[in-house]
């Protein structure tokens, strides 16, 4: 089965950057994008970014302007590069993988990494 791996997570303080990466065990195929997801203790998991497999990108809201989503299909790696990082950035970052054969009407994210903590501090 497809396995995802993220790395890059640490302790940086307010103002500082990471690059998280997302390292796919094999192609996947008939992939529809690919997606970094955060949750933090007591919060429920949010969104941050999805890359489409167009290229297409989408962040939300509270990360526009700071993060960056990029992908390597040749490595078949994902990565998300945070500057600018706030204390509420504080989260397990996952990374994870959306198939379906129509990826407008039964897109499905059935691919998720372990996470890796991102701890931001003033």
């Known amino acids: 089965q497809v396995q995802l791996v993220e790395s890059g997570g640490g302790s940086v303080q307010a103002g500082g950057s990471l690059k998280l990466s997302c390292a796919a065990s094999?192609?996947?195929?008939?992939?529809?994008?690919m997606g970094w997801y955060r949750q933090a203790p007591g919060k429920e998991r949010e969104l941050v970014s999805i890359?489409?497999?167009?290229?297409?990108?989408i962040y939300a809201d509270s990360v526009k302007g700071r993060f960056t989503i990029s992908q390597d299909n040749a490595k078949n790696t994902l990565y998300l590069q945070m500057n600018r990082l706030k204390i509420e950035d504080t989260a397990v970052y996952y990374c994870?993988?959306?198939?379906?054969?129509?990826?407008?009407?039964?897109?499905?994210?059935?691919?998720w990494g372990q996470g890796t903590q991102v701890t931001v501090s003033s």
């Open positions: 094999e192609y996947i195929f008939s992939r529809c994008g």
């Open positions: 890359i489409r497999f167009n290229g297409k990108i």
């Open positions: 994870a993988a959306a198939v379906g054969q129509d990826c407008d009407v039964d897109m499905s994210w059935a691919y």
